[in-house]
T-cell receptor, first 114, second 114 residues
Framework: EAQVTQNPRYLITVTGKKLTVTCSQN?????MSWYRQDPGLGLRQIYY???????DKGDVPEGYKVSRKEKRNFPLILESPSPNQTSLYFC?????????????FGDGTRLSIL | AQSVTQPDIHITVSEGASLELRCNYS??????LFWYVQSPGQGLQLLLK??????LVQGIKGFEAEFKRSQSSFNLRKPSVHWSDAAEYFC????????????FGSGTRLSIRP
């Protein structure tokens, strides 16, 4: 079964404590991305990756890091989380990198930064 | 600037009634158009997409959408809603060139009245 798996699904933590949200896919997709979803703002892209070792900033990259050492994994790293990063996060993947392909989403990770 | 507008934040319809969710976009050229649905606690799932050709496209779960170039619109419709259609719906646009340029609307939450 095609899957995009995010972990953890829920996390409550404190300001400044480094955390990593993992994303793994079993579809051999080249393109992976991270979004945050906030009420009234829809989904905003944080970072994306066209393939292994190829990453780039999206619309709201401040405070986040990513890496793409393997094709299947695309972790999102918050080195020093702050309360304004409290949000619902989604990892998405798609085949290729063109805009004509639909994206496949994980079930989301709800982060609360106190 | 490129944008996607979903003017209705929240819509309530009675079960069995028809539904239309609005989506307007501002883009330099005709983009690729998508509708996604997000059920509570889950990621986004593709309902349908439009690239070219017939301007009325059929999707899953009985949904359809009509592309109107003159109005820059891509409205989602369903003839008869079911209680299980209660969810949040997102319109998205992307250029052919790159998935990294995809823009999501702010979403419309659909509630179903018994």
């Amino acid at each position: 079964e095609a899957q995009v798996t995010q972990n953890p699904r829920y996390l409550i933590t404190v300001t400044g404590k480094k955390l990593t949200v993992t994303c793994s896919q079993n579809m051999n997709h080249e393109y992976m991305s991270w979004y945050r979803q906030d009420p009234g703002l829809g989904l905003r892209q944080i970072y994306y990756s066209m393939n292994v070792e190829v990453t780039d900033k999206g619309d709201v990259p401040e405070g986040y890091k990513v890496s793409r050492k393997e094709k299947r994994n695309f972790p999102l790293i918050l080195e020093s989380p702050s309360p304004n990063q409290t949000s619902l996060y989604f990892c998405a993947t798609q085949t290729g990198g063109g805009g004509n392909q639909p994206q496949h989403f994980g079930d989301g990770t709800r982060l609360s930064i106190l | 600037a490129q944008s996607v507008t979903q003017p209705d934040i929240h819509i309530t319809v009675s079960e069995g009634a028809s539904l239309e969710l609005r989506c307007n976009y501002s883009y330099g050229a005709t983009p690729y158009l998508f509708w996604y649905v997000q059920s509570p606690g889950q990621g986004l799932q593709l309902l349908l997409k439009y690239f070219s050709g017939d301007t009325l496209v059929q999707g899953i779960k009985g949904f359809e959408a009509e592309f109107k170039r003159s109005q820059s619109s891509f409205n989602l419709r369903k003839p008869s809603v079911h209680w299980s259609d209660a969810a949040e719906y997102f319109c998205a646009v992307a250029p052919y060139s790159s998935a990294s340029k995809i823009i999501f609307g702010s979403g419309t939450r659909l509630s179903i009245r018994p």
